[in-house]
């Protein structure tokens, strides 16, 4: 028993198509079919969307932020809650970043050593530091099912010498990741399953772990099959392809559950992006999931996809609903535009989504206008709705072994 | 067949406990058991929560106010959307208020005469008018089930001269809308049941209207049973009672189909206004349903159902709920408060609601404490549910005749 608390999540590829994959991800939350789109929720809170209405929409996995999370409510206080899971009432799996890419975006606020990262909280200027080691212990404590080794994300652009440090100093750091992750993730929460006292409040004593969205109690702990979390590697590298194939073959050398491609969309060409995305996928294992962080467009998510990419987050999809814009089977809509005031149309004819199937793009071109709550609510509905709708579209294409993959 | 087409709401007392009455006003749009709260959505919308929540929570009937959506998105805007039902996607009844109170806020905005009230939209500065005529035109193009008489809403305090030739505008007032609503009623969109083309675009042509929250397109007009709007008076006559009763007996004496009473809640003490509301009601039809416009606590709602009242709308379980306010069945809860801040329980214990069934107060002050979105939603949602619920339970006690009414 003891010992079967140690399997991580288990990976298997279901269907190829070129480059492409489906797979199936088992996780302690539950099974992921990939390639699959994260929904990111920051602050433990997809930004406007209730956790029901993301378990409707068929969300499967959702991301928390490591550097917000330890700010507010901060670790401890997520772990005495039941970890994230019990924390925000979400039965299914979740994935944490190790903190690296929200301290890089602090610029000014930090100050990179050997050891670690100094940095200021964007709250209150407070000082903080995060290691390698300290970062992994948050999101031990935070208890996501995948957790993120910690990187240095390299700025853009950069000399050769300066990227080749920075890829050394991530290789570092991500050998004192999987050290610190290999000696403490049994001191994870849920990994006790059966027999932790922490768990929702309201969930009966011994009750089984059961998913009920919506209707009564939820237990968040995973039934007790013996996962624990699983420790995924970062590969830097910049935009130099020798580096990034370099990263992947000593981040791969380390040996992860998982591997992510990260230091991208930080101001290159897309272009650019693309390419590097490209050649470092070829020196990722096949039999591993591949996560590239923080992309992208509707159409981007399809391409990367098509040329192998498992995982992927973005706040696109909710941002951009915030100012208005919705993503649709036509293109993108920006509803605020005066044109759509008396349009009686869905938001998106071929969307199946509750805002599509009730509202008009008139009523949400008002809501926005007008700076109703509603319209931050229902867009992001919408555009999450798009989102994940395309995913399963690419799988669905990917198991009929279709290789190019349409949008 | 056009005959019919002028048939209004009707209202039924099924049971009576003391002064209190357990009813129904069939609308064109429902059946509504009273005494009923009614959401208010003033602008299209009930701040933070998507229709099919309404539904789920068991909303009969939501308010709109018509000077906010005169000025947005207009009141032709709403019409050719196939008015308040069909714009915001909403097949159950809907009251519109007159605009009168709304005006009376605008202070050194708004001047009255005779003819009416020139005021300028707190938007822009923009020059308005409304009348009584003006002021119903404008509610027969929202078309709302029941719309309410343009009113001067008196302000508190007032000298009894001012109450007087205040009240006597309303009453001039009153005929004035009544003889407009009487000329005009049959223009209204939606009472040209089976044969109006405006209607929800997402309608199959020649459907029959069939209520189907979240599940495929919503036919937002009425069935072809022949009702129109309904218009109700409003009386006014300050803190005097014995204006009060004069107001009452001149505005039945004009007939309406339901009588409202205005001019409350406008800073006098609270004791003040049980007792104005107390003594006007011993001069309203018992026939006829009884609407006290802008109340209250929930303590309040419970009150003023024992005196006898059939309606009440506020819009303090949602304005509160954004301001971490949630009303529970073991009082007042400032989610804000730190002392929260790692609370399993629910928000409310004895409450069935999604946000009670699924969410600890540590989340839900998390949210607040973090300025998320999310706690806006889940907050209006658990207020709005819990008022809901204690009128559903008044409802209970009156058809058990249960006298004393409990909260």
């Not at 009686?344 to 793009?361: H, I, M």
Request: aromatic share 8%; proline share 6%.
């Amino acid at each position: 028993m003891l010992q079967s608390q140690t399997v991580p999540a288990s990976f298997h590829i279901e269907a190829t198509a070129g480059k492409a994959r489906a797979g199936r991800l088992v996780t302690p939350h539950g099974e992921i079919e990939t390639p699959v789109f994260m929904p990111v929720g920051t602050l433990a809170s997809v930004k406007g969307v209730p956790q029901e209405t993301l378990e409707e929409l068929g969300a499967q996995i959702i991301l928390g932020n490591t550097y917000h999370l330890y700010l507010r409510p901060g670790v401890e206080t997520v772990r005495r809650m039941g970890g994230l899971h019990g924390f925000m009432a979400w039965p299914r799996a979740i994935l944490t970043d190790s903190g690296g890419f929200q301290v890089f975006s602090l610029n000014e606020l930090r100050k990179v050593s050997e050891e670690g990262v100094t940095f200021r909280s964007h709250l209150d200027g407070s000082p903080h530091f995060f290691s390698p080691e300290s970062a992994t212990e948050a999101q031990i404590g935070l208890g996501a099912d995948i957790i993120m080794a910690f990187d240095e994300c390299t700025e853009y652009p950069a000399d050769r010498g300066r990227v080749r440090a920075s890829m050394e100093l991530t290789q570092r750091w991500a050998e004192r990741c999987k050290r610190y992750f290999e000696e403490h993730k049994k001191e994870g929460l849920w990994q006790k399953s059966g027999q932790s006292s922490v768990a929702s409040g309201r969930r009966p004593a011994g009750s089984e772990a059961i998913e009920q969205p919506g209707n009564g109690p939820v237990d968040h702990r995973p039934p007790a099959t013996g996962h624990c979390q699983s420790l995924f590697g970062i590969v830097q590298g910049g935009m130099d392809r020798e580096l990034r194939k370099e990263s992947a073959e000593r981040t791969i050398a380390i040996g992860f559950q998982g591997y992510a491609i990260g230091g991208l969309s930080v101001g290159e060409p897309r272009a650019l992006t693309r390419e590097i995305v490209e050649s470092t996928l070829e020196h990722l294992p096949e039999d591993k999931p591949r996560y590239l962080m923080g992309v992208g467009t509707p159409e981007e998510i399809v391409e990367y996809a098509s040329q192998g990419v498992d995982m992927m987050d973005c706040v696109l999809p909710t941002r951009a609903a915030r100012h208005g814009l919705l993503f649709t089977s036509e293109g993108k809509v920006s509803i605020k535009q005066a044109r759509y005031a008396q349009d009686q149309n869905p938001p998106d004819p071929n969307c199946g989504c509750r805002v599509c199937q009730r509202y008009s793009r008139a009523y949400l071109r008002h809501l926005y206008a007008s700076n109703e709550m509603l319209a931050q609510v229902l867009n992001s509905i919408h555009n999450l709705s798009f989102y994940l709708d395309t995913m399963r579209r690419v799988r669905h294409s990917i198991s009929l072994g279709e290789v190019r993959l349409s949008f």
